[in-house]
């Protein structure tokens, strides 16, 4: 199975401010016949199930604001959310779909400073 | 707008075998662009996939619990289910129904509100 680490772990950001959390696979998820990386990230808020907020890397899902964005190829992924707001406290996971079984981060909680 | 619903005992004994069924509201279980899937979630593992299924009766497991898992579509009834066979108090956890599309794009972007399982004598 791939293994996707997040870090850190835990997160706190001022209001306003950014806030970047990383994601590392054990081996690539770049297709090299497409190009594509094989990464999608969630948001996950207390009580809720997780909320997929980008797909291909770096591709925003219907109606996520742009505040988020995604980057990174091969092993090393990065999730940037350029001015935080209150209503994006919640832990953001990380997924592998380059290979079955798709396998999670563990998630980084992301709190106000 | 897609709406997924899991259901299930809630509470189970050790050895048992959990129930799961997800009705789907809002997408048609027999559209062939999607894949319907379980995933758990637990605070020692984290998510976990556990399976998915296409309309026509294609089954995906994950290694780890592939032995005990089974995987089940009803599309008149636009219901999918999962049974998981001699459980352990390791498979208490949150259950999630969620969908992905058919091929290589197997992220979810629509899941269910979650099912807390709890396995214990």
């Known amino acids: 199975d791939i293994v996707m680490t997040q870090s850190p772990d835990s997160l706190a950001v001022s209001l306003g401010e950014r806030a970047t959390i990383n994601c590392k696979s054990s081996?690539?998820?770049?297709?090299?016949?497409?190009?594509?990386?094989?990464l999608a990230w969630y948001q996950q808020k207390p009580g809720q199930p997780p909320k997929l907020l980008i797909f291909?890397?770096?591709t925003r899902q219907s109606g996520v604001p742009d505040r988020f964005s995604g980057s990174g190829s091969g092993t090393d992924f990065t999730l940037t959310i350029s001015s935080l707001q209150a209503e994006d406290v919640a832990v953001y996971y990380c997924q592998q779909y380059y290979t079955t079984p798709p396998t999670f981060g563990q998630g980084t909680q992301l709190e106000i400073k | 707008q897609v709406h997924l619903q899991e259901s299930g005992p809630g509470l189970l004994k050790p050895s048992e075998t959990l129930s799961l069924t997800c009705t789907v509201s809002g997408d048609s279980l027999s559209r062939s662009t999607y894949f319907w899937a379980w995933i758990r979630q637990s605070p020692g593992k984290g998510l976990e996939w556990i399976a998915s299924i296409y309309y026509r009766g294609n089954t995906y497991y994950n290694p780890s619990l592939k032995s005990r898992v089974t995987i089940s579509i009803d599309t008149p009834k636009n219901q999918f289910s999962l049974t998981l066979s001699s459980v352990t108090a390791a498979d208490t956890a949150v259950y999630y129904c969620?969908?992905?599309?058919?091929?290589?794009?197997?992220?979810?972007?629509?899941w269910g509100q979650g099912a807390l399982i709890t396995v214990s004598s």
């Open positions: 081996q690539s998820v770049l297709y090299g016949s497409n190009k594509k990386n094989y």
């Open positions: 291909w890397a770096s």
């Open positions: 969620a969908r992905c599309d058919y091929g290589d794009s197997y992220y979810f972007d629509y």
